[in-house]
Nanobody, 119 residues
Framework: QVQLVESGGGLVQPGGSLRLSCAAS????????MAWYRQAPGKQRELVAL???????NYADSVKGRFTISRDNAKNTVYLQMNSLKPEDAARYYC?????????????WGQGTQVTVSS
């Protein structure tokens, strides 16, 4: 079992930056594929960025060049550095941890942290 706790959200002006953190409890954090998703009101949840256990990364086209995902396995934490924020980045951001073992998928979500981008 893994528990995920996000932090770092808040209100920021357009063009500003925020760094989200997701702290994971439990063991074997390093083998999880970690990801950030977001969901704005009235919209579907969408993948923002992911980082694999080998630290390969992938980003949504809308955030490429502005957001950076990273992980610190010693701290059981994944980060999302968000720069040049736009109003359309406003959403609730969720941390996700996934691993597959012996054909069983283990999928965990945090409660989310709110990001508001407004002047």
């Amino acid at each position: 079992q893994v528990q995920l706790v996000e932090s770092g959200g808040g209100l920021v002006q357009p063009g500003g930056s925020l760094r989200l953190s997701c702290a994971a409890s439990g063991s074997s954090f390093s083998i999880y594929r970690m990801a950030w998703y977001r969901q704005a009101p009235g919209k579907q949840r969408e993948l923002v960025a992911l980082i694999t256990s080998s630290r390969s990364t992938n980003y949504a086209d809308s955030v490429k060049g502005r957001f950076t995902i990273s992980r610190d396995n010693a701290k059981n934490t994944v980060y999302l550095q968000m720069n040049s924020l736009k109003p359309e980045d406003a959403a609730r951001y969720y941390c996700n941890a996934v691993r597959t073992e012996w054909g069983t998928k283990y999928d965990y979500w945090g409660q989310g942290t709110q990001v508001t981008v407004s002047s």
